[in-house]
């Protein structure tokens, strides 16, 4: 989907303003959030929608074969195949489709235009296996979330190495931890990244709920996707500064989970977690699943699946270096050692 690597930056730069220059026209405030056509956007960006006989959704695609799908009244939109959280719910009026001006440029230009991302090499990569000594996490009958994390970045720390990375965790043990102290020890360590590794559970109706949350630093202006008490209104954070490399790496882990584990999409989703807040490298937040499902937690519990998963955090991973790497320097052939003729002198 990130096939815009390939066009001049000067290029999307002149169709952005441009669409900003015809979309400014029709602008519109829908519950007090101001809202832009995204009829116009696709125009002008050059996608093209698909007729699927539905007046309730919105396919638009490129040539690039990006694959945006829109529901009316919706504030889940799917990119790919991939669930991806909006902070506003998107409209259909007369006018046509509308957006918010902020789910436009927080969420779906980062995501469509990912490689214009200035290139930066990752070299050290910080693990934060969630919970731990006197915060157990989540626990379901003998299972802790404490140990599960902590298991899953033993098997994510292996594969990670393997694949070249310098790989540093916030605890190795079962020790308790505080927040600060986690975003602090990456911040020291200068990491690259941050992963964050999490279980979760849903004891009211077990049944019910199962499958993959993962979460991006929320963009200032938005309220979080589970919205746990705190609003629109929260100032910006050191999380803010890379937000838009934070989303594109929460969206190929969560893809690479979704595609190469089979979990279930619960949707690329925005919060303001304290480690996502105080970190200044791109971070991902994973909630692996619910240790509360029948069917699920046996597959949390099972470490096979969690080598799965941690395979899967790996791939998202490489894909994302891929995207925003700079490019290796040209290798130049070893010199040649010098020929000593056989029956030569030598000097
Ligand atoms: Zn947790």
């Known amino acids: 989907m990130w096939q815009f690597a390939r066009v001049s930056f000067f290029r999307v730069f002149l169709t952005l303003t441009v669409a900003w220059c015809a979309l400014s026209a029709d602008a519109a405030y829908i519950n007090g959030h101001s809202y832009t056509s995204l009829t116009g956007w696709a125009a002008n960006n050059r996608f093209a929608s698909v007729r699927d006989g539905r007046a309730d959704s919105l396919t638009l695609t490129n040539r690039y074969a990006t694959r945006l799908v829109f529901e009316k009244n919706s504030d889940t939109l799917v990119i790919n195949g991939i669930d991806v959280a909006l902070a506003y719910p998107v409209a259909l009026d007369k006018s046509g489709w509308l957006i918010s001006q902020l789910d436009l440029t927080k969420t779906v230009e980062p995501l469509v235009y990912a490689p214009l991302l200035p290139p ?11 919970h731990g000594g006197k915060d157990t996490g989540k626990q379901v009958g003998s299972q802790t979330e404490k140990v599960l994390t902590l ?51 849903f004891t009211r109706d077990p049944q019910s709920v199962q499958g993959l949350e993962t979460y991006a630093i ?69 909630e692996g699943g619910y240790m509360t499902h029948p069917a699920e937690s046996k597959k949390i519990f099972d470490a096979g699946y969690r080598k799965r998963m941690a395979a899967a955090i790996v791939q998202g991973i490489i894909a994302y270096q891929k995207l925003t790497a700079p490019p290796e320097p040209p290798k130049t052939n070893p010199a040649k050692p010098k020929k000593v003729p056989a029956t030569g002198k030598k000097k």
């Open 151 to 201: 298991l899953l970045a033993a098997e994510l720390r292996g594969q990670l190495q393997q694949a070249g990375f310098r790989v540093v965790q916030t605890r190795t043990k079962d020790t308790t931890m505080e927040l600060t102290e986690r975003s602090n020890f990456a911040n020291k360590q200068n990491a690259d990244l941050f992963v964050c590794l999490h279980f979760n559970a």
């Open 120 to 130: 930066k090499k990752i070299t050290t990569i910080c693990l934060d296996p969630g």
């Open 218 to 286: 929320t963009p200032v202006g938005a309220a979080s996707s589970n919205a746990q008490g705190e609003g629109a209104n929260h100032s910006a954070c050191v999380g803010n500064r890379l937000e838009r490399r934070s989303l594109l790496l929460t969206y190929l882990v969560h893809r690479s989970l979704i595609k190469n584990v089979g979990m279930t999409d619960r949707s690329v989703r925005r919060a303001r977690f304290a480690v996502l807040r105080d970190v200044e490298m791109p971070a991902v937040y994973i």
